[in-house]
């Protein structure tokens, strides 16, 4: 069974999380690389207004993840994480468009009244894709269609990821990603 976010109130919980679906997809990751390489996969995959959210434990594989989507989608910035900015902005390449890639971290808000603040709304409705760490902490205030990611930790080196569709466009994005993945 995958480990509970700490962070997550059994509400938050409730909205972010789906009961058992044909739709999810269960992988684990066995090391850091492959973490980036499935999120490489999915990046291939995403377009113009996706949204990913990025739930787990802190240190569970988040932002090797999003440098994994950021490389998919041809990005040749240098992506870190975003906790002490808040949003950093990447570039697709120009296969994907040159698609702004909005790399959102709320793990530094205190409050869920600053989400508003630094204009969320606008970033999820952007023209981009907007992937979202410790999304839990604005779960009330997220669209309903989105693609949920889990990350939980196995071992020490070991990841489990969960990729929990919310959608018609998620569900098409999974079972793509599925056969990308498994083949």
């Known amino acids: 069974m995958l480990q ?3 962070t997550i109130g059994a509400m938050k919980e409730q909205r972010l999380r789906v009961a058992h679906s044909p739709h999810v997809l269960d992988c684990i990751s066995h090391s850091p690389a492959q973490t980036a390489r499935i ?3 999915l990046g291939e995959l ?5 949204l990913v959210l990025l739930l787990g434990e802190f240190g ?11 490389a998919g989608l041809g990005s040749e910035d240098l992506v870190n994480s ?31 009244r600053e989400v508003s603040d630094i204009g969320l709304d606008e970033y999820v409705a952007g023209d981009g894709v907007c992937l979202i760490e410790w999304a839990e902490r604005a779960a009330d205030q997220l669209p309903d269609q989105r693609l949920n990611i889990i990350f939980s ?14 959608g018609p466009r998620y ?13």
């Not at 930790?153 to 070991?158: A, D, L, R």
């Open 4 to 6: 509970r976010c700490a």
């Open 39 to 41: 999120g490489q996969r």
């Open 46 to 50: 995403l377009g113009m207004g996706d």
């Open 60 to 70: 569970a594989g988040k932002t090797h993840f999003v440098k994994g989507v950021a």
């Open 82 to 112: 975003p906790s002490f900015v808040l949003v950093n902005e990447y570039r697709a390449g120009v296969k994907h468009d040159r698609l702004t890639i909005y790399h959102v971290d709320l793990y530094r808000l205190d409050d869920v």
């Open 153 to 166: 930790y196995v071992s020490e080196t070991k990841r489990a990821l969960r990729f929990e569709p919310h």
């Open 171 to 183: 569900e098409a994005l999974v079972a793509e990603l599925k056969r990308a993945v498994v083949g």
